[in-house]
Nanobody, 126 residues
Framework: QVQLVESGGGLVQTGGSLRLSCAAS????????MGWFRQAPGREREPVAA????????YYADSVKDRFVISRDNAKNTVYLQMNSLKPEDTAVYYC???????????????????WGQGTQVTVSS
């Protein structure tokens, strides 16, 4: 089992920045892909970014590309999401997710992720 705890959410103005953190415990961090998803009221959960264990490559949804950066610190068992140039449409609950190293084609499919955090609210005011 892997336990995930997010932190760093809050209220920020349009154009501002936030950094989300996700601390993992329960198993070695190694060998797990890590990802961030978000869910806005009335909408389905959508992928934001992912960091693949094999090769360390990162992947982003088009809506956040060039604004968000996912990174991980394996020594601290923590994954981060640096969010810059925030927009009101980024308002959502952000969830951290982990999965045993999986195939690339499913990295943005929420059903392929095994472990989820409780979520942290991000609100961007206009």
């Amino acid at each position: 089992q892997v336990q995930l705890v997010e932190s760093g959410g809050g209220l920020v103005q349009t154009g501002g920045s936030l950094r989300l953190s996700c601390a993992a415990s329960g198993r070695s961090f190694g060998g797990y892909d890590m990802g961030w998803f978000r869910q806005a009221p009335g909408r389905e959960r959508e992928p934001v970014a992912a960091h693949r264990w094999r090769g360390g490559n990162t992947y982003y949804a088009d809506s956040v590309k060039d604004r968000f950066v996912i990174s991980r610190d394996n020594a601290k068992n923590t994954v981060y999401l640096q969010m810059n140039s925030l927009k009101p449409e980024d308002t959502a609950v952000y969830y951290c997710a982990a999965r045993s190293e999986g195939i690339l084609s499913t990295i943005f499919s929420s059903t392929s992720w095994q472990y989820w955090g409780q979520g942290t609210q991000v609100t961007v005011s206009s």
